[in-house]
């Protein structure tokens, strides 16, 4: 297993630390004060080798920014429409049945699924009632 630099295993650490599903930005703020010759180039780059060798999976882009989950086993993602907040879903189990038919119809050889619900956060639902 390939060794971690100091700042990829911050990185690391910090979205293992956290249930929030955050951006790279995030981490980049939380990280600075430790390192502070730390460039957002870097976590970016540091975050796409992580899921690159499968330590960590991207949630997809919310308000604009792509969001992480240090999380690999399957499981969704409840993400707010207004808020941007991103909550994870058990793995609602995607049947055989489903994949089956999916690959009839496409030709393809399923490997994997992704589930990302959108929606409101209760919190978001409160302000609109």
Known sequence: MQRFSKKRA???DCLCG???HPSADW???QLLP?????SLATVYRNLAQLKEAGRIRSVGTVAGQ????????PHGHLVCLRCGAVEDLPDPGVSA???RRAEDASGWSVRGT???LTGLCPACRRTTS
């Open 10 to 12: 911050a990185i690391y």
């Open 18 to 20: 956290t249930k929030t």
């Open 27 to 29: 981490i980049y703020q």
């Open 34 to 38: 430790e390192f502070p010759d730390l």
């Open 66 to 73: 792509e969001r992480f989950d240090a999380d690999t086993h």
């Open 97 to 99: 049945e489903l994949r």
């Open 114 to 116: 992704s589930l990302r």
